[in-house]
């Protein structure tokens, strides 16, 4: 691969198995892998609730999808990495965009670890319907966290230049289509599938 990719994709809190917790409650559940900017940005969004979960669902997702791109996933210590993200939509904006059809731009964050700003990542969070949200995180192929060494052994270009970096961070990301399980499947699966159903 020519660079690392991690994505995550966030479920709204009421369609978790389990007891729905409001917001403040998922957030002291979580409160040793924020940081104090990120806790602020989340309560900043108040004083609607489902902002304030938005918020948290988009920087949560942002540390899943930097974190698996990495491949230490929650080994990493989410607190190490802060997400910054420009100033959060309202919930009417957010509901046009899909009551109209239209797709969303993605909407970029900064990556902060450990203190210091990482322009090696490219993150980016974007809403999907029913109210989910998708994270993507693009690094370099030298950030791989590889005990074994048999992941890394496979790339190609482990060491890029700077400039092709820069070049393969900035490249236009694909549209992301929603897809039906159905519509996955094979053709010579779909009776199997569809008696299941």
Known sequence: PLLLCGIDVAAPERV?????????????S??????????????????????????????????????????DGLGFDFKRC???????????????????????????????????KDPSWLVYVQPLPDDHWMSVARGPPI?????????????????????DLSTHLSRPEPSWQMRTIRQLLPLDRLGAYDALC
């Open 16 to 28: 978790r198995s389990g007891k729905p917790r409001d917001i403040e409650d998922q957030l002291k």
């Open 143 to 163: 950030a791989a966290v590889d005990a074994h060494g048999g992941f890394t052994a496979t790339f190609g270009m482990p060491n890029l230049s700077r400039k």
């Open 30 to 71: 979580v409160s040793s892998a924020l940081t104090e900017a990120e806790m602020s940005e989340i309560r900043s969004c108040g004083p609607t609730l489902k902002a304030m979960e938005d918020r948290f669902r988009q920087i949560w997702s942002l540390k899943e999808a930097y974190t698996k791109g990495r491949g």
């Open 82 to 116: 802060e997400f910054v993200l420009p100033a959060a939509d309202t919930e009417a904006e957010m509901s046009d965009t899909y009551a109209s059809g239209r797709e969303r731009e993605p909407i970029v964050a900064s990556l902060v670890v450990d203190g210091k």
